[in-house]
């Protein structure tokens, strides 16, 4: 069973910080999402990775294989990323469900 | 741009009662999923559904839970004898590689 761990669990910032949200698995994937979670609850994909790194606007999503673990980077934060931030993994299998992660609360102040 | 979208939002339903929340797939997507979330908790798989048939359930997933694709297009989630401890954010999903959300229904017992 894969354990997803993310850190921090809570992260405040000034806008025009750069965030780093890290995450961390216990066992091999085929693939990590990085989510996005707004209060009233809907969930937004953000990346899909197997390897490498992917660039999204102001957000890049890395992912080390070797090592198990990813981070999303926010540049320049604005008060609009303030959401839920959540990392997932697929564990492989034949049908992509997804382990998540608790979530890391991300507020950027004005 | 496609959507899965998912019905009702916000379902009240009292102790021991049935209820189905419903969930319409991407068209072309062909695994679909149920997750739940209770409230302040990480999100949870509760089953896949490939080929007409359950792939994969969770140990949540126990005989009170069952799925159906009745049509072409929709998807349900029936829980028969609700519980106070059902009460929670489901959340349906399709894949064809990259995971697509529903917004959620938000089920609370009484």
């Known amino acids: 069973k894969n354990e997803v761990e993310q850190s921090p669990q809570n992260l405040t910032a000034q806008e025009g910080e750069f965030i780093t949200i890290n995450c961390s698995y216990s066992?091999?994937?085929?693939?990590l999402h990085w989510l996005q979670q707004h209060p009233g609850g809907g969930i937004v994909s953000l990346f899909m990775?197997?390897?490498g790194k992917k660039k999204h606007g102001r957000l890049i999503a890395t992912i080390n294989i070797q090592e198990k673990h990813s981070s999303l980077h926010i540049t320049a934060s604005h008060p609009r990323d303030s959401a839920v931030y959540i990392c997932a993994v697929d564990s492989g299998g034949s049908n992509y469900k997804l382990t998540f992660g608790k979530g890391t609360l991300l507020t950027v102040n004005p | 741009e496609p959507e899965v979208t998912q019905t009702p939002s916000h379902q009240v339903t009292q102790m021991g009662q049935e209820v189905i929340l419903r969930c319409v797939p991407i068209s072309n997507h062909l695994y679909f999923y149920w997750y739940r979330q209770i409230l302040g908790q990480k999100v949870e798989f509760l089953v896949s559904?490939?080929?007409?048939?359950?792939?994969?359930k969770s140990e949540i997933f126990d005989d009170q839970f069952s799925v159906e694709r009745p049509d072409g297009s929709n998807f349900t989630l029936k829980i028969r004898s609700t519980k106070l401890e059902d009460s929670a954010m489901y959340f349906c999903a399709s894949t064809d590689y990259e995971q697509y959300f529903g917004p959620g229904t938000r089920l609370t017992v009484t």
């Open positions: 990775l197997s390897s």
């Open positions: 066992v091999g994937i085929s693939a």
């Open positions: 559904f490939y080929n007409n048939e359950i792939s994969e």
